[in-house]
Structures are given as structure tokens and as C-alpha cells.
């Protein structure tokens, strides 16, 4: 029951916030940011429920009631601890996109934090839905909010962003739903119980090449969101051209919905169609690292360049899950969480650097570190987050994953590993850029506001952290080993 | 003692913490207080360590467990701290050497306005190469090996408003993340093949997994040795380091002394069982270290400037190193980094104020003339240089570089070719070493020093000059006197040097060295003290300036990389740069544009098109009844 009181307080926030913010603006702010701080206290109040539980490796919240029980579909949402710390990530995410958005909205504040709130809501609907229709529900619900920050509170190309953006997930939803269906059929037809249940449609038996077709619908609907290559167009054009709570909540969220997708959903439905793709998945993985590096070291803007280091590091998440290996799974839980935030943070500076110097062009930028030393500094901490640094968290996960990997296929490891000298080029040239050589900003620029300390300390402290002790979040995640049947110590 | 151990890199950490978070609100005693104090009080723990350890029973090991790091499946990794007397060598050296320089640093970073972050820096720099040598487990080696690395790039871009300096930053970090590229891949193989990144354990369970000399286990020690390579700066991987010099001296005095280069011979001989299973790795590491020291010292006899001389000369001589750690020589390898650092840190912290009291003047032929205005510099310099010209028996450099010598043919991979490319580095070093000398010191005055270096940086120079003379009276060869407490030591962890069988006497191998470095000290007199006429030949000479500028340019190792990888890279960047898999989209969108335009000309308002579309359709339906 609580984890459906945390989706309504989202909702009934997000309602508040529109109500109040046409005579109160900074009240609806306030409104939201209470919010997800409650959301966040009541997910941490989970971890007592997580560590009374004895078995601590299985889903230990799970509540389930009726919705349309003509044609199976239930309220059923579930938490174990993989969609726990997704959990934990949306509202710390959450609370800085709200914290970063302060000042940026003027206009329509309300309507604007509506639409953060219903997205989020969304986002942690996915994380918990445990029926396949509530499931694709929350995933439509996360995605129209999103398209309204971005045409609404957007750049100067954001309608083409924010259509592109809706066609390409569109798309893909689309194709997921067509699969969830023909798995609800093909299940109901066998057992005779037509169910929407993730727990019921478990262990639908099908045959080698419906299986294969199935799994190509999930698959291509997670792909497009995660983003793999050749799908990831609509990314670079979506995250630079949203506003910066945008670009938060899509590289630290939206992105991870993809993977949660594919391993909460493709591993255990369809096993053995997953084992006979997972070559193809791997050399797309490796494509995506090597690709999304070279087109990050090319861009001149510095939120686009952002966008492709994700898709570069999109890559080790998708080599990661389909290595079928425990550790490399575990690196992969890593890599969204600290992806999530080491790029969150990137964005959030590239946004402090726009409401300064109102660019994103960094062949205009240069020298900035005399002005904004803590800035500079930060901006080194999550450059080198993003290369891959070990001590803070990005390295562990990349570590895992291509260790993980290094055991099954270690050609396309090697080829992934590679990935780290670019991942150095592209970082040292950002941080050059921006930061280095003389000053050529005739305006006067301010280091960082104490609430923007607040966001970054945040992050910082928080990525440090899974650096040096990993250990509860690798604990945590331990029994997604038996998830997939090929995944082995 | 063993629960203080911690303390030894948390004290810089603390320092590099305090510095970065608070630095600015601190007045610059308190920042020079906490930078510099935080290594001294390392360096001091680290000699009460190191006499605890001298007392302590042969085979000592002190460990400690900070928290365990991470731990899934066999995979795991603690934050622990393991010293034997290898590590210690290392740990003393890096302490006292960094705190020296930390001390110098005070004075020669006064008036700078980022004295906070360069303390910071270079307290990270000291703690990261010391969680490098201390880690008990490969993982945390990395991470003590990149931390190296971020730090030499913060600190060689220190003055990052100048393109030249962050572009040498970039290039350091990017060429040094190549080898530890391949070095990762090494661990990744290490693992697969023996389940453990523990590094007391890869070494025992080597021996009893591989054969000597199977593909897996060279393979696996040519990936380390790639590591090796990129942060020793050997070649093919050494041209980051003549341009490294763009930072402050005293940054340069720690990278080429106290961190950083050495971390290659560090983990070579850290790794040395996989090593010897592989006598392809051992003899690629020697030859490597032979051609390096031999081409290094070849550039460093033309270069110009003060700093690049130095820093060729540090490539040369860690090719030395390379050099006997290849041949198995591996006390000589140690003993010869032990020496390198104090002289190298002199010659450095001594350039450092000859260009700080030159208003920031770098080229040699500028200099001249200063033996007697700056007389502690000249006499401090002058014994760095004859340590680096091995100059017999007074000199640190001599006793080391004797041995490497020695063993490069006698050991037990010794080669007549791997000595004589060691004896001509031999000349070399000793040529240029007077060179520098010679035209920085003697000579007419062609620049007029400004402030002459204060008390506090001119004590480091002292002290280091005392151990560059004195660091090499620890170990004797053999049939000269009976003294080997160095030896002793790094042999509880390093096999001993085989030998060859049938060798000549050492005696003739000594005195064929001595006589090269004296000619080599005597040739770069006779060309640049006596001003022989064969150098005003040389200077109008086109051949021979062909290749003095091939020199100078390190052999064009960067103008090679630069053709053969940079521009290829920069060129598929650049014409990517929107990238062309998105044409496949809005190539979708430009097909229903195009579609929609025509299907729009239809709907056009006309009634004549729509009755003509009708009768169209009717008479199409007609004909196909008919013809069905």
C-alpha cells in the first residue's frame, strides 16, 4: 500500500503545485519540493521493511488489488531491492531537478511543476508496476509530461526535439504493447487465465520463433529508450534542448527505464531467445560506446556533447546485461545509478553555465576557472566521474562490467575498454574548453549560489560514495543472478 | 606500529581535503602549513616505520585492513595496506623526497594566486602514489595509478591559461591512459585466468598455474608492461614527458623523482614472478629500456631548454631501469630509482630557481655565468649533474648505474648489445650533464639574476645533494667492498641477480665505465669549455643539423603520432560531427513530407479533379470485372 501512496502523492502534489503557483509561485515550488522530499523520506523508511525482511534477496514489498479483473489487469506493484535503489534514484534526482529548476522557469510555473511531478510519478510507476498493462501505463504517463517540459519550457529547436523525442518512444511503445498483448494471448489461450499479472505471465511457454518475435517488441521499446545505436537520435536532440531539470530527469531516469526494462522483463520472459540475440546486443553495446565517444569528442555544444557521453555509456550497460555474467549484472546496477548521477551533474553545470553565459556553444566558453573555481573543481570531479576514475563510482561499474564481460567475450571486452581512452579524450577536451585558456566571457560571472552548492554537494558526495563503498549497493542487487538462467558466478 | 600504516597517505589526503574544500578562507602560512606539514609528518611516520622494520626479523610484512572495498562472486577487493621492504623503499622515497619538495614549493609558490590548489594538488599527487605503492590488491593499485594521473594532468595544466600548458596536461593524460588501458585489459586477464586481483596471491599461484613462457602469461605480462611504459614514460610512449615540464618546477621535481615515472618500475618489479615466467616480456622490457635510454639521451644532448634537458634525461635513465629489470637485475633496478630521486629532484628544484631567478628564463644558451652569483645553486646542481654523469665513487648515480652496467651483459639475460647500448648512454649522460654545466654555470653572464632564492628552498637543495652523494655508500660492488644493505633489503621480496657463467672479471667491466663517463665529462668539455672549432663546424653544417632538429624534436615521435593518429582521428570526428545515422530518420521524414505534398495536390478544391478521380476509379473497377 505504500508504495501506491507515494505514486499519489506525486500525483496530488503535482495537481497542487498547478492550483497554487497562479497566485503563489514560490509556494508551489515549495510544494513540490516537500513532495519528493517525502517520497524520498518514505523510500528510505523502506530500507527498515527491506532489512526486517529475512530473505533479503527477494521482493519484499507486494501488494496487489483488483483494477479491471474482466481481462486480468490488477494494481499490482511489487519492490524488490534492484527497484529499490531505482527508487531511491528518482526522488534524489527528484529533488534536485526541483532544486535546479528554481530559478530557470518564469513561466507557467505551475503547469511546468505538474509535469515534473506527474513524470516522476511515472518513472516510479515503472520501477514498481509488477502488472504488464499498469506497467505500460506508467511507461505512456512518464512520457507525455516530458514532452510538454520540453516543447513548453525548451530551447530554440525544442518542438523538433520534443516531436522527435515523442516518435521515437512512441514508436517503440507501440511495438511493446503489440508483444504484451500477443504474451496475454498466447498465455490465456494455454492456461485458460487471461492475465496481464508479471508474476502469472512468468513462464509462458512459447516456441523458439514467437518467443524471438515477442522479445523483439520489449526489446525494441527498451532499446530506443536506453538508448542503443542506430536508435539513439532522438537523445542528443531531446537533452540539449530541454531545460535543465529536463535533461536531469531524462539522462538520469528516462534512460534507465530502457535497461530496467530489458532486464526486469526480456532476461526473465524470454531466456533463451535472450541467450541466441545476446551476440548481436554485445556488438551494438560496443558499437554505442565507441560511436556515442567519437560524436561526443566532435560537438560544439556542450549539452549535446553531454548527450552522446551517454550514449557511449548506454553502451557498457547493454554489453553488461547481456554478458550474462553476475558481476558484470552488478556493474550494470552500478552504471545506471552512477551514470545517472555523475551525468545528472554534468548537465546541471551545463545548465548553471547557460543561465550565465546564455550559450551552450563551447568555442565561446573558455577560461571560466578563474571566475568559478568551485565550479571548475566540480567540473573536474564528474569529467573524471564520467572517464571512468577509480574512488568514485562510474569506475566500479565499468570495472564490473567489462571484468564481467572479459570472461564470456573478451574480444568485444577489450574493443569496450578502449572506450575508456575516448571516454579520457572527450572529458579533457570539455573541461578544456570550457574551463582552460584565457577568460573570453566579457561578462561578469558568479560562482555557484548556495543553492546550487546544496545540488552539487549532493551529487558529489553521493558519487564518491558508491565509489568507495559499493558493497550495500552489490548486496543489494545479489539475487538479480538468478533473474536470468545463463548467469553464472 | 602496523595500525598507523593508514596514516602515511591519509595525512596528504587530509591536506589535499582541507585545502580544496577551505583553501580559499585560509591565509597562505596556514595553507602552506597544512601542504607541506601533512608530508612532512608522512615522512616521518614512514622513517619510524622504516627502523622499526630495519629491527624487525628478515621477511617482515605489515598489513592493514582499512574496510573492505567490494566483494561479489570471487571477485573482491579490500582498501588494504600492505608494506615489505620493496614497498618501503618506495613509501621513504616518495615521503622524504615529497616532503622536500613540498618545503622548496613554499618559497618558490609564494606569489602565486592559486597557492591553495597547488598544495592540494600536489598532496593528492603524494597520496595517490602512495596508496599506489602500498595497495595490497591490484584494484586499489589502479586507483592509486589513475589518481596519479589526474593529479600530473591538474599540475602540469597548473597554469592553465596558456594553451601550451593544458594542451601538455591533455597529452599527458591521454598517453598515459593508453597503457593503463592495456594494463586494465592485463588485470581483466589476470582474473580470468587466476581468480584473484590479490597480489600477494597472483604472485604465488603464477608459478603453479602457467608454464614458463606460455602465451597466457606473456601476454598477460606484455598488457602490464604496456601499463608500465605509458607512466614511466618508455618508449613508444614517452612523448608526454618532455612537454610535462610545462608545469611548476617543483611539479616536475615530484613527477620525475618521487611519483608518477617510477610507478612503471614499481610495478614491473611489484609483478616480477609473472615476469620471469616470460622471458619474451623480460627480454621486450630490456630491449625496451635499452633503446629508450639510449634514444632519450640522444635528444637530451641538443635540447635548449634547461627543463627538457632534464626530462630526456629522465626517460634515459628510467630506461635504465627498464633496462635491469629485464636483464633480472632487479636490486640494481631499485637501487638505481633509489639514487635517480634524490639527484633527479635536485636537478630539478636547482633548475627550478635558476629559471625563477632568470625572470622565467628556460633556454641554456641565455643562462651562463652564474657560479658566482648563485654559489649554493652551482655547487648543489653541479653534484646532481655528476651524480647523473655517474661520476666515480663520489657520486649515488655511479654505484647504481655501475651495477645496471654489469648486469646488463653478465646477468642472466644479459647481452653484449643491451651493455653497449647502456655504455654509449653512459657517454651520453656524462656528455650532457657537463653540457649543462658548463653553459648554465660557467661562462660569460648573458642574463641578470634577479632575487636570489631564499633559505627555505636553498635547505632542500642541501639535503638532497648530501644523499646524491652520499644514497650510493650503501651498496658497494662486490670485489670492491662488502657493504649491501640495499641489496639486502629489496632481495627479501626481489629474486636475486642470476649470473651468467664464464664471465670476464667485473673489475674490467668497471674500469671501461669509468673511463666512458670521463670521456664523456671530458668531450662535453672540450666542445663547450674550450669552445672547440668543431662545434662552429658542426652549426654551419646542414647534415649535421638535420639531425641535431631530429633530436631536438625527440626523434618526431610526435609528428609520426600526429600523422598516423591524431589527424585520422580528428578527421572521422569532424566529419561525423552530426551524425550520419541520423540522415536514416530524416530520410524517413523527408519520404512523408514528399508523400504528403503529392497526396495534398490531389486535394486541391477542384470538382473537375474529383469527377475525373471518380471515373477513374469506375472505369478501373469496370476493367477489372471484365478481365476477371
Not at chain 1, 191 to 215: C, E, P, Q
Not at chain 1, 320 to 328: P, T, Y
Not at chain 2, 598 to 627: C, E, H, K, P
Request: glycine share 8%; charged share 10%.
Amino acid at each position: 500500500m505504500i508504495l501506491i501512496w507515494m505514486i499519489c502523492i506525486l500525483l496530488s502534489g503535482g495537481i497542487l503545485c498547478w492550483l497554487t503557483a497562479q497566485r503563489l509561485p514560490l509556494l508551489a515550488k515549495w510544494i513540490a519540493l516537500l513532495t519528493v522530499i517525502a517520497d524520498m523520506l518514505i523510500a528510505c523508511w523502506l530500507f527498515r521493511v527491506y532489512e526486517a525482511f529475512p530473505d533479503n534477496t527477494s521482493w519484499f514489498i507486494n501488494y496487489q488489488a483488483n483494477w479491471i479483473p474482466s481481462v486480468g489487469i490488477s494494481f499490482h506493484v511489487a519492490l524488490d531491492g534492484f527497484s529499490h535503489l531505482l527508487l531511491l534514484l528518482t526522488f534524489f534526482l527528484g529533488i534536485l531537478s526541483v532544486l535546479c529548476s528554481w530559478k530557470e522557469v518564469r513561466e507557467k510555473t505551475g503547469f511546468y511543476f505538474f509535469c515534473l511531478l506527474w513524470s516522476l510519478a511515472g518513472i516510479s510507476g515503472v520501477f514498481i508496476a509488477m502488472d504488464l498493462f499498469l506497467f505500460y501505463f506508467c511507461w505512456e504517463i512518464m512520457l507525455i509530461p516530458m514532452f510538454f517540459l520540453i516543447v513548453i519550457w525548451g530551447d530554440a529547436r525544442r518542438r523538433y526535439a520534443a516531436y522527435k523525442f515523442f516518435i521515437f518512444t512512441q514508436v517503440g511503445s507501440l511495438l511493446m504493447l503489440l508483444a504484451i498483448l500477443a504474451l496475454y494471448f498466447i498465455h490465456g489461450r494455454q492456461t485458460g487465465n487471461y492475465t496481464f499479472d508479471y508474476f502469472g505471465l512468468l513462464h509462458t511457454v512459447t516456441d523458439g520463433a514467437t518467443a524471438k518475435w515477442i522479445m523483439l517488441g520489449f526489446l525494441f521499446a527498451f532499446a530506443i529508450k536506453l538508448p542503443v545505436v542506430p536508435f539513439h537520435n532522438w537523445l542528443p536532440d531531446a537533452h540539449s534542448e530541454a531545460p535543465t531539470a529536463g535533461s536531469l530527469l531524462l539522462a538520469g531516469l528516462l534512460l534507465k527505464t530502457g535497461a530496467y526494462g530489458i532486464i526486469r522483463f526480456v532476461l526473465p520472459f524470454f531466456p533463451e531467445a535472450s541467450v541466441s540475440i545476446a551476440p548481436w546486443m554485445i556488438f551494438l553495446g560496443v558499437t554505442g560506446i565507441i560511436y556515442g565517444a567519437l560524436l561526443a569528442f566532435s560537438q560544439t555544444d556542450l549539452k549535446r556533447l553531454i548527450a552522446y557521453t551517454s550514449v557511449s555509456h548506454m553502451g557498457f550497460v547493454l554489453v553488461g546485461i547481456f554478458s550474462f555474467s553476475n558481476i558484470a549484472m552488478q556493474g550494470v546496477v552500478m552504471q545506471i545509478l552512477t551514470h545517472g548521477i555523475s551525468t545528472g551533474a554534468l548537465f546541471v553545470m551545463a545548465g548553471m553555465l547557460k543561465e550565465r553565459l546564455h550559450t551552450r556553444d563551447i568555442t565561446q566558453m573558455g577560461g571560466l576557472w578563474t571566475s568559478m573555481p568551485a565550479l571548475g573543481g566540480v567540473a573536474i570531479l564528474f569529467t573524471m566521474a564520467s572517464a571512468g576514475l577509480p574512488a568514485l563510482g562510474n569506475f566500479i561499474a565499468e570495472f564490473f562490467i567489462l571484468l564481467g564481460a572479459f570472461a564470456g567475450n573478451p574480444v568485444f571486452s577489450v574493443i569496450a575498454t578502449l572506450g575508456l581512452i575516448l571516454s579520457a579524450l572527450y572529458s579533457l577536451r570539455m573541461l578544456q574548453k570550457v574551463f582552460m585558456g584565457q577568460q573570453t566571457v566579457t561578462v561578469p560571472v558568479k560562482d555557484i549560489s548556495t543553492r546550487e552548492f546544496i545540488i552539487m554537494a549532493a551529487l558529489s558526495i553521493s558519487i564518491v560514495i558508491l565509489g568507495l563503498f559499493p558493497q550495500p549497493v552489490i548486496d543489494t542487487v545479489r539475487h538479480l543472478s538468478t533473474i536470468h538462467p545463463s548467469i553464472h558466478e | 606500529m602496523e595500525q598507523y600504516l593508514y596514516l602515511i597517505p591519509a595525512l596528504p589526503l587530509i591536506g589535499f581535503l582541507v585545502l580544496s574544500l577551505a583553501g580559499k578562507y585560509l591565509s597562505r602560512n596556514f595553507i602552506a602549513g597544512i601542504g607541506a606539514g601533512s608530508v612532512c609528518v608522512s615522512a616521518l611516520i614512514t622513517i619510524i616505520l622504516g627502523v622499526r622494520f630495519l629491527q624487525s626479523p628478515p621477511g617482515t610484512v605489515y598489513t592493514q585492513l582499512l574496510w573492505h572495498w567490494f566483494l561479489t562472486g570471487h571477485l573482491s577487493a579490500d582498501l588494504s595496506l600492505r608494506i615489505d621492504a620493496l614497498s618501503l623503499i618506495f613509501i621513504c622515497i616518495i615521503t622524504f623526497i615529497g616532503a622536500l619538495i613540498h618545503i622548496y614549493s613554499i618559497a618558490f609558490m609564494r606569489n602565486d594566486r592559486d597557492y591553495a590548489r597547488f598544495f592540494a594538488s600536489m598532496n593528492l599527487f603524494v597520496c595517490a602514489m602512495l596508496l599506489l605503492v602500498m595497495a595490497d590488491n591490484l584494484v586499489l593499485l589502479y586507483l592509486g595509478w589513475e589518481g596519479v594521473g589526474l593529479c600530473s594532468y591538474l599540475l602540469i595544466g597548473f597554469w592553465y591559461e596558456t594553451p601550451a600548458n593544458y594542451r601538455a596536461a591533455n597529452k599527458a593524460f591521454v598517453i598515459t591512459r593508453i597503457g593503463d588501458t592495456a594494463m586494465i585489459i592485463g588485470l581483466f586477464l589476470i582474473f580470468k585466468e587466476l581468480g584473484t586481483l590479490y597480489i600477494p596471491d597472483i604472485l604465488i599461484q603464477s608459478t603453479q598455474h602457467f608454464n614458463s613462457g606460455s602465451a597466457t602469461i606473456t601476454l598477460i605480462a606484455l598488457l602490464l608492461l604496456s601499463g608500465g611504459i605509458g607512466k614511466s614514460a618508455q618508449l613508444p610512449l614517452q612523448t608526454w614527458l618532455p612537454d610535462a615540464m610545462a608545469g611548476p618546477s617543483p611539479v616536475s621535481a615530484l613527477i620525475h623523482a618521487a611519483t608518477m615515472v617510477t610507478a612503471g618500475v614499481y610495478l614491473i618489479s611489484r609483478m616480477h614472478t609473472i615476469f620471469e615466467l616470460s622471458p619474451l616480456a623480460m627480454h621486450v622490457t630490456a630491449v625496451i629500456g635499452a633503446v629508450t635510454l639510449f634514444m632519450a639521451g640522444c635528444s637530451a644532448m641538443v635540447q635548449t631548454d634547461i627543463k627538457r634537458v632534464l626530462a630526456y634525461s629522465t626517460i634515459s635513465q628510467i630506461g635504465y631501469m627498464f633496462l635491469a629489470m629485464g636483464v633480472g637485475a632487479w636490486s640494481a633496478a631499485i637501487f638505481h630509482f633509489f639514487t635517480h630521486a634524490f639527484f633527479k629532484a635536485l636537478l630539478f628544484l636547482a633548475a627550478g630557481a635558476v629559471i625563477e631567478t632568470l625572470h622565467h628564463e628556460h633556454n641554456i644558451f641565455k643562462m651562463g655565468g652564474l657560479r658566482k652569483e648563485m654559489p649554493v645553486i652551482y655547487y648543489t646542481f653541479t653534484i646532481g649533474a655528476a651524480a647523473l654523469a655517474a661520476l666515480p665513487l663520489v657520486t649515488a648515480g655511479f654505484f647504481s648505474k655501475d651495477q645496471i652496467l654489469w648486469y646488463a651483459w653478465s646477468a642472466g639475460g644479459g647481452h653484449p648489445a643491451l651493455w653497449a647500448l647502456a655504455l654509449s648512454g653512459a657517454f651520453i649522460t656524462a656528455f650532457y650533464s657537463t653540457r649543462l654545466i658548463l653553459v648554465v654555470f660557467w661562462g660569460d653572464m648573458k642574463t641578470t639574476p634577479g632575487h636570489l632564492p631564499s633559505g627555505i628552498m636553498t635547505v632542500p637543495l642541501i639535503i638532497l645533494a648530501f644523499f646524491s652523494i652520499a644514497g650510493g655508500w650503501i651498496e658497494w660492488p662486490h670485489n670492491l667492498l662488502h657493504i649491501s644493505l640495499f641489496s639486502e633489503q629489496v632481495q627479501q621480496v626481489l629474486p636475486v641477480t642470476q649470473l651468467k657463467p664464464h664471465l670476464p672479471e667485473e673489475i674490467v667491466f668497471q674500469l671501461i665505465a669509468v673511463v666512458v663517463s670521463l670521456f664523456g665529462i671530458y668531450t662535453g668539455y672540450a666542445l663547450y669549455y674550450r669552445q672547440s672549432e668543431l662545434m662552429t663546424l658542426w652549426r654551419q653544417s646542414a647534415n649535421v643539423m638535420t639531425v641535431r632538429n631530429f633530436l631536438l624534436n625527440g626523434w618526431r615521435f610526435d609528428q609520426l603520432y600526429d600523422t598516423l593518429l591524431v589527424r585520422p582521428f580528428l578527421f572521422i570526428t569532424r566529419i561525423n560531427k552530426s551524425d550520419v545515422t541520423d540522415k536514416l530518420y530524416t530520410g524517413i521524414a523527408d519520404i512523408h513530407l514528399q508523400l504528403n505534398k503529392l497526396f495534398s495536390f490531389f486535394q486541391n478544391g477542384s470538382l473537375r479533379w474529383y469527377v475525373a478521380g471518380v471515373l477513374i476509379g469506375i472505369l478501373f473497377i469496370i476493367t477489372l470485372q471484365l478481365l476477371l
